[in-house]
């Protein structure tokens, strides 16, 4: 994809700008994260630590959860 990390402009701005999830200056997250599944002082990985990220490939301990129900 030619446009990852580029500014939107253009007809793809406006695709962007009809979304039902633009906010006014920014695209909101309909799933934020819950309060206890992040460590708010971490900082925000980068795609090459995703990509390439240290040694460890495996988590320590499992990954939280939370239970949730569908929507009817």
């Known amino acids: 994809m030619k446009s990852l990390g580029r500014k939107a402009e253009g007809?793809?701005?406006?695709?962007?700008?009809?979304?039902?999830?633009?906010a006014?200056?920014?695209?909101?997250?309909?799933?934020?994260i819950l309060p206890g599944l992040r460590d708010p002082n971490a900082a925000m990985?980068?795609?090459?630590?995703?990509?390439c990220g240290g040694e460890r490939r495996i988590p320590r301990a499992?990954?939280?959860s939370?239970?949730?129900?569908r929507r009817a």
Do not use: M, Q, Y
Not at 45 to 51: E, K, Q, R, S, Y
């Open 11 to 22: 007809a793809r701005l406006e695709r962007i700008k009809a979304s039902p999830l633009w």
């Open 24 to 32: 006014g200056e920014r695209c909101r997250n309909v799933h934020p």
């Open 45 to 51: 990985p980068t795609i090459g630590d995703f990509l």
């Open 62 to 64: 499992p990954l939280p």
């Open 66 to 69: 939370s239970r949730r129900t």
